[in-house]
């Protein structure tokens, strides 16, 4: 356990920004959560913020393990800028008109966009935030000291939208269900989302 408690200790120092938001939990979890809390000597927000972090990880790469498997040329993609992991690759997105990946198995995403893909960043709570269209030439730079840790392709005809486009006018304009958690997702039927951007 003490690997948890200085995770958990670490958390707390990186974190910038809280929202408050409320859950109901059975008894029996919450028992479990207090008894965590108490043997780690901290308190019960922090130890449900950790393992709740902990949870959407898990989440994320199962998704991602998901989408490593769909085949074929598919000419829309939804990327997402990630920026809860980091506000700085998020903003580099935009700024530089790129998209970016980072990491194993992450990075390898950006290996799968095609000349002329287009390609959707979408900003987590906001919504999809730009476009532009793939260059097929992935290139790689260092991360953090980490060789070639991230996969980058300049978008052509690079657009930032006046007004993003929230998940719930996407899964309209789709009439279905759209996993943003993912890295990044196939969109074959993204001609649908270019119409009511550009209309």
């Not at 965590?36 to 898990?58: F, I, N, P, R």
């Not at 935009?94 to 998209?99: K, P, V, Y």
């Not at 789709?174 to 958690?181: D, G, I, K, T, Y």
Request: with cysteine; glycine share 6%; charged share 30%.
């Amino acid at each position: 356990m003490p690997d948890l408690k200085s995770m958990i200790l670490e958390s707390k120092k990186a974190r910038s920004e809280l929202v408050a938001t409320t859950v109901r939990i059975p008894k029996e979890l919450q028992a479990v959560v207090e008894d965590l809390a108490e043997y780690l000597s901290l308190s019960k927000q922090d130890v449900m913020l950790k393992l709740l972090e902990e949870g959407v990880k898990v989440a994320e790469e199962a998704i991602s393990e998901d989408d490593s498997t769909e085949q074929g040329s598919i000419n829309f993609h939804v990327l997402n800028t990630n920026k809860k992991h980091d506000l700085n690759d998020h903003r580099e997105m935009l700024s530089e008109g790129i998209a970016a990946a980072f990491y194993d198995p992450w990075k390898f995403n950006i290996d799968r966009i095609q000349k002329n893909d287009t390609v959707f960043l979408y900003e987590n709570g906001v919504g999809i935030v730009a476009y532009g269209k793939g260059s097929g030439d992935t290139l790689k730079k260092d991360r953090y000291g980490d060789t070639d840790e991230c996969h980058f392709q300049k978008l052509l005809d690079f657009t930032v939208l006046d007004k993003p486009l929230p998940a719930a006018e996407v899964k309209k304009i789709l009439e279905r269900n759209v996993v943003f958690l993912r890295t990044m997702s196939a969109i074959p039927d993204g001609q649908k989302l270019l119409d009511a951007i550009n209309s």
